[in-house]
């Protein structure tokens, strides 16, 4: 059987913890900025856990 091909789009975006969590960046924050409140913005900074019902799909495109 051959090997399983990584989706390295996938891979860029999505990090993996020591503890096996997946963490991903928060959408929303490329543009449009003017409008948006500082404290929009700073949350937007902090990772985010991979939704839990995307997380068996997420590891599979990633070979974890």
């Known amino acids: 059987m051959p ?5 390295k ?4 975006r999505i990090r993996v ?3 096996g969590k ?5 959408a929303w924050k490329s ?3 003017e409008k948006k409140t500082a404290k929009r913005k700073r949350a937007f900074r902090a990772a985010q856990q991979v939704a839990a019902a995307d997380v068996r799909q997420v590891r ?3 070979g974890v």
């Open 3 to 7: 090997k399983l091909k990584t989706r």
């Open 9 to 12: 789009g996938l891979s860029d």
């Open 17 to 19: 913890t020591r503890t």
């Open 22 to 26: 997946l963490m991903r960046k928060h």
């Open 31 to 33: 543009h449009l900025l």
């Open 60 to 62: 599979r495109s990633l």
